[in-house]
Structures are given as C-alpha cells and as structure tokens.
C-alpha cells in the first residue's frame, strides 16, 4: 500500500519533471510515453519477452538442480566439500561478460549460451544457503535419529531435507532477484532477441520509451516471479514463519 | 486405555521380563582438550551403574558432572575409555523436546516407527492412539508451534515410547519447561511409567523430581562424575510430594549433593 503511494509520487514527479523542464523525450521520456510504447510495441515485447522469459526460466532450473546437487554432494562429503568450495567461489569471480563472447563462440547464438551464464549466475546464490541450512541442523537430532537405529539416507530425508528447504527458497529468492540482470547481460554479448537486446537496440534508434518499456517489463516479471516464491514458501513451509509459542 | 507397543507385544507374558537392564561398571570417560594447552576434561571415573529391567534409576548431581555423557554411554553414542557398558538399545529423551517444526503431532510421535519401517498409516494409528492416551486428543494434526511446552513434552516422550526401546535414558526432560507444568509433568509421568514400565535412566539436577519418579537415586560427585550415594525409595505409588518419607530422603539426597 504504502509502496504504491511511493511509487505514484516518483511516477508523478517523474512525469511533471518531463514535461515541464523541456528535457528531450530521447534522454528522458515521460512515464505516459512509456506507457505508450507497452501498448504499441506490445506485440514486439512479447516475443521478445518469451525468449528472454525461456532464458530465466531454463537458466533458473539448470542452478537450481546443479545447484542443490552439489550442496547435498558437499554436505555428505567433507573431502568433496574442501575441493569445490574454493572453485564455487572462484566461478563467482569470473567476469561472465566478458568471457561471454568465448561462450558464444562455444554454443553459438541460440539459447544455450545464455541460459549457461543464468545458470552460472544463479547457482552459487543456491548452494551457500542450502549447505548452510543442511549445516545447522541440530546435532541433537542427529544423535536422536542414531537412537532410533535411523541410516545416514533416513536422517537426511526425514530430517536434514525439510529443514533446509527454508535456505533453498530463500537461495531461489535471491537467484530470481539477479537472474534478469545475467539474462539481459547475456544478450548484449551476442544475440538476435530478447528484451535485453532490445533494450539495447531501441536507445541508438532513439527509441528510449521503448527501452524503458522492455525494462519495466523485465522488473514486472522479476517481480512476479519473487512474489510466486515467496507465496510458495508461505504456503509449503508455514512452520519456518510461524512464530514458536503461541499456544493455546 | 492404553494401546500395546511393538515391545510390549513381544514380550512374554511373564511381567517385565521384555524390559532390558543396564550395567555400567567402573565406567571412564574422558574428552580432548577443548583448545591447546588446556587440560583434558575427564567427565566421569569409576561410575558404576546398574537398573535392573522395569527399575527406575534417577542420577543427580551438580552441573557439569558428566550427566548427558552417562547418558550418551547408555544410549551406545559414545563408547567408554574404560570400563564396560552393558544396556540394550536405549532411546533418548532431551531435555529440549526436539520435535520437527513441520511435522505434526502425531506425525512427530511416529517418527521412531517411521524410521522402523512401519507404514505410514498404521504408524499414524499407533501414534494417534498414544497421543490419545496421553490427553492430546484433537491436537493431532497441530504442528509444535501451536502446542504447550508440557503438550510438546508429552509428544515427546510419545516418540521416544514409540521407538519400541525398552530402556529408555531421560535427560532432564522438564528441565525447560516451568515449576508448575514440570510437577504436573512428573505426576504424569510416574503415571504412564506405571501403566506402561520401562527401564528408565533419568539424568536430573532436580532432586524432588528423582524422589518422587525413581525407586533408586544415584548422588554424583562433582567432575570427574562418579556415584557418592545411593537411596532406595521404598515409597510405594502413586507418591504424594508430602509424603515425610520422601520429604526425608530429599533433605538426606541434598545433604548428600552438598557433601
């Protein structure tokens, strides 16, 4: 609600700002000319938006299976754990723009190399909070599960799995969040389509509103997507937002 | 009524014969130095034990004295540096209830028969009829967090009744909840022990909570642990807290702590 205020105030500010102060509308155009574009372009967005949208998509799938794959690997091995975490941490120093044209010219144009620097992107934010919940579960349950004769496999499906599906979600949270910025980044370095090669070929066309247009439906999906997690998190894991104690 | 566990089944018909018995002798535990250059901490030395099956033995000392390790032992988690541990397969109660935040009640109480194997449905029937039994009747389906601390405690030691152990090793188990639901827990306790016995090590720093529950009581020494007194409690049950005899053998169990 209050966020809504907020950002009819900056739409307003933004929209008087533009016609008053005479700026040209190919440096800053006016949030109504934005909204113009949404829906003479509309038809352009969306089959620009569907690529990208596959781009996230894939991108986000391939981290999250790889990603929660190799904390669970991690977890169960402390030797594993030793020799990939420092390369975990070292893929995240990787300047992926610019080796980005290196993977085009591995995968070619389509979409491979474009969802492979999503899931590159996306997949570290998933392992750390994984690991790390798998981590912290009580050691007094571990010791629990040993008097009840538990295996190493029953301890992890009965309690090591529920308990680190907080730190999952909370992992593709953070992954969503960051995954538009890797798909678009992916785009500039070589593509025919997708809102961020829009993006980048509507501002020398002086198409700006256009521009604006594609990002503001990039963040509207970005959006989108956070609120069906966090919506599936409230729902699936009720138990890790209720507060302890307020019994009966 | 009271539903019939899987070792209750299958124990013959002679009474507590099914129940295991445990025998420490002349047990020493010893733990690495927690950082370089510290001494290493003997927790307990020359502690000898014994809770014959169906017997109720409550050990209580000062802090510190290596009460969870003895525990631990029984449980067959760690193993002795010296001495010998002899105790059928035991199931631990903590003082923390330790129930999963997304189970429910009744799904908590069947974790142990889960863990064995058991169905879900028939697991759930097991545990639902337990719970029944313990007054907790419509909080089935309730997660922990909407439980009491005294209702999680029960679904606690639904569990560890469920695991079909028939020793069971109570590390403080009402230590975190307050004075007035930890006498009406221990009150209920003796009750469902009656009704359904055990072979029970019951760790406490509570001495009216060893009188009342135990027919034997250990005193500890200070770290390293080892066994300064013993009193047999000859009270029959139910007990009443103001009973003199109990009241004796509490001020003689903490003159003993004190000693």
Same mark, same amino acid.
């Given at each position: 609600m209050i966020a809504a205020v907020v950002l009819l105030a900056l739409l307003g500010g933004w929209e008087t700002y533009a016609r008053l102060s005479g700026i040209d509308a190919i440096v800053l155009p006016a949030p109504t000319a934005v909204a113009e574009s949404l829906y003479d372009d509309r038809a352009l967005l969306w089959s620009n938006f569907t690529v990208t949208a596959g781009e996230i998509g894939f991108g986000m799938l391939i981290a999250m299976a790889l990603g929660l794959a190799c904390a669970v690997a991690m977890?169960?091995?402390?030797? &594993?754990?030793?020799?990939?975490?420092?390369?975990?941490?070292?893929?995240?120093?990787?300047?992926?723009?610019?080796?980005?044209?290196? &993977?085009?010219?591995?995968?070619?144009?389509?979409?491979?190399?474009?969802?492979?620097?999503?899931?590159?992107?996306?997949?570290?934010?998933?392992?750390?909070?994984?690991?790390?919940?798998?981590?912290?579960v009580d050691g007094d349950l571990h010791k629990l599960m040993r008097t009840f004769g538990a295996s190493r496999w029953q301890t992890f499906r009965m309690v090591e799995a529920p308990a680190a599906m907080p730190g999952v979600l909370t992992g593709a949270k953070?992954?969503?969040?960051?995954?538009?910025?890797? /798909?678009?980044? /992916? $785009? &500039?370095? /070589?593509?025919?389509?997708? &809102?961020?090669?829009?993006?980048?070929?509507?501002?020398?066309?002086?198409?700006?509103?256009?521009?604006?247009?594609?990002?503001?439906?990039?963040?509207?999906?970005?959006?989108?997507?956070? /609120?069906?997690?966090?919506?599936? $998190?409230?729902?699936?894991?009720p138990w890790a937002h209720q507060p302890r104690g307020t019994a009966p | 009524m009271l539903t019939r566990t899987r070792a209750a089944e299958e124990a013959p018909p002679q009474l507590q014969t099914g129940l295991g018995s445990v025998c420490l002798h002349d047990v020493g535990k010893t733990f690495a130095a927690p950082r370089r250059g510290a001494e290493p901490v003997a927790a307990l030395r020359g502690l000898s034990l014994r809770a014959r099956a169906g017997e109720i033995v409550a050990v209580v000392g000062p802090s510190g004295c290596g009460k969870t390790?003895?525990?631990?032992?029984?449980?067959?988690?760690?193993?002795?540096?010296?001495?010998?541990?002899?105790?059928?397969?035991?199931?631990?109660?903590?003082?923390?209830?330790?129930?999963?935040?997304?189970?429910?009640?009744?799904?908590?109480?069947?974790?142990?028969?889960r863990v064995a194997g058991v169905p879900r449905g028939p697991a759930r029937e097991q545990a639902a009829a337990l719970l029944h039994d313990f007054g907790l009747a419509g909080f089935e389906r309730a997660r922990p967090a909407e439980l009491s601390g005294g209702m999680r405690q029960r679904v606690a030691f639904a569990r560890t009744l469920l695991s079909g152990r028939t020793i069971l090793c109570l590390d403080e188990p009402f230590a975190a909840l307050d004075a007035l639901t930890r006498q009406e827990m221990q009150d209920w306790l003796a009750g469902a022990l009656l009704a359904q016995p055990r072979t029970?090590?019951?760790?406490?720093?509570?001495?009216?909570?060893?009188?009342?529950?135990?027919?034997?009581?250990?005193?500890?020494?200070?770290?390293?642990?080892?066994?300064?007194?013993?009193?047999?409690?000859?009270?029959?049950?139910?007990?009443?807290?103001?009973?003199?005899?109990?009241?004796a053998l509490r001020e003689r169990a903490l003159l003993e702590l004190r000693a």
């Open positions: 977890h169960f091995n402390a030797m &594993l754990r030793r020799a990939l975490y420092p390369l975990l941490v070292g893929s995240q120093t990787i300047p992926i723009v610019l080796i980005a044209p290196l &993977l085009v010219a591995w995968w070619g144009f389509g979409l491979t190399p474009k969802v492979a620097i999503v899931a590159l992107i996306c997949f570290f934010p998933i392992v750390v909070p994984t690991l790390d919940a798998l981590d912290r953070l992954s969503v969040a960051i995954a538009a910025i890797a /798909a678009t980044l /992916a $785009e &500039l370095a /070589a593509s025919d389509a997708g &809102l961020g090669n829009l993006m980048h070929r509507s501002i020398p066309q002086f198409q700006t509103a256009r521009a604006f247009a594609a990002v503001l439906v990039l963040t509207a999906f970005s959006v989108l997507l956070f /609120a069906l997690l966090a919506l599936a $998190e409230r729902r699936l894991l | 390790t003895l525990l631990e032992l029984v449980c067959g988690l760690s193993a002795p540096d010296t001495g010998t541990v002899d105790a059928a397969p035991a199931a631990l109660m903590a003082q923390r209830d330790l129930l999963l935040p997304w189970r429910s009640a009744v799904d908590n109480a069947a974790l142990a028969l029970v090590v019951l760790v406490t720093h509570d001495v009216e909570e060893a009188i009342v529950l135990a027919d034997r009581v250990l005193v500890l020494s200070p770290r390293p642990g080892r066994v300064v007194a013993t009193l047999e409690i000859d009270v029959p049950r139910p007990r009443r807290r103001s009973d003199p005899a109990l009241v």
